[in-house]
């Protein structure tokens, strides 16, 4: 079984910075892509960044420039640093992962818990 554990959320003024982790636990896995999305009040759920196995990533436009994905495979951990916040980057985010676990290379799909980011004007 394997379980995503999200860390990082918090308040923060416009213009500051938070990062973002997302750990994946367990045992016989093996991660695939690791995304960041995001839900703010009242709006649909929206991918902001991915990155792959290979580390190609890439980013919604309204967060380019700005926010940057990482990870580490050894950690089996991404991250995500949001640098110059505004206001309207409030939300719940949310780290998804994909993968193969067991001898059959079973696919799965998980989603942490969600963290919660406010930015204050």
């Known amino acids: 079984q394997v379980q995503l554990v999200e860390s990082g959320g918090g308040l923060v003024q416009a213009g500051g910075s938070l990062r973002l982790s997302c750990a994946a636990s367990g045992s016989g896995f093996s991660i695939n892509a690791m995304d960041w999305y995001r839900q703010a009040p009242g709006k649909q759920r929206e991918l902001v960044a991915g990155?792959?196995?290979?580390?190609?990533?890439n980013y919604a436009n309204s967060v380019k420039g700005r926010f940057t994905i990482s990870r580490d495979n050894a950690k089996n951990t991404v991250y995500l640093q949001m640098n110059s916040l505004k206001p309207e980057d409030t939300a719940v985010y949310y780290c998804?992962?994909?993968?193969?676990?067991?001898?059959?290379?079973?696919?799965?799909?998980?989603w942490g818990q969600g963290t919660l980011v406010t930015v204050s004007s």
């Open positions: 990155i792959a196995s290979s580390g190609n990533t």
């Open positions: 998804r992962a994909d993968g193969t676990i067991g001898p059959r290379k079973r696919y799965f799909e998980l």
